[in-house]
């Protein structure tokens, strides 16, 4: 995956083409330091250099080279906004979603499968893992993910008892 998803073009903003967008992100302010985002639909990708970026209140709001008037603007209503992975900064400690989703999740040496999704609950994440013998939800807790190798794309883990049962 060489793509991050940010954000999602909610409607035009104004008549000169600018773009209101719904930030997935924890910083949207992190909008004001990109060069280039990736408009994608479906399998239709478009880059666009930023010519300038504005937060407003939870919203961004994008002025995109090439995107210069409402009806331009309107054709873009519901895509993704995507940056590429490089220009993803790093944690200072722990990990984004993406980078875990596609791990080799093992208990010791045998693979349980690949972790699929990350979803989030009110006490804690839980990770889908899916494997040959289906789907096993993974709490996200301390005490069960002993290891995550981001490049190494493997995470270890320790079940808590009657998990894999039933």
């Given at each position: 995956m060489d793509e991050v998803l940010i954000g999602e073009v909610l409607r035009p903003h104004g008549n000169s083409g600018e773009l209101k967008i719904y930030p997935l992100t924890t910083d949207p302010e992190r909008f004001l330091k990109l060069q280039e985002v990736i408009l994608r639909s479906g399998k239709i990708d478009q880059h666009f250099e930023i010519i300038s970026a504005r937060v407003q209140m939870d919203l961004v709001l994008l002025t995109l080279k090439g995107i210069?008037?409402?009806?331009?603007?309107?054709?873009?209503?519901?895509?993704?906004?995507?940056?590429?992975?490089s220009e993803v900064p790093p944690l200072q400690e722990g990990w984004y979603y993406f980078e875990l989703e596609g791990m080799q999740v093992y208990e010791g040496d045998i693979l349980l499968?690949?972790?699929?999704?990350?979803?989030?609950?009110?006490?804690?994440?839980?990770?889908?893992?899916?494997?040959?013998?289906?789907?096993?939800?993974?709490?996200a807790l301390k005490s069960v993910v002993q290891k995550v190798d981001v490049s190494g794309r493997r995470m270890d883990v320790i079940l808590p008892p009657g998990l894999l049962e039933g």
């Open positions: 210069e008037s409402i009806t331009q603007a309107d054709k873009y209503r519901g895509w993704e906004v995507r940056i590429d992975r499968g690949t972790l699929s999704q990350v979803l989030e609950t009110g006490a804690n994440d839980v990770y889908v893992v899916k494997g040959t013998k289906g789907e096993l939800c993974v709490p």
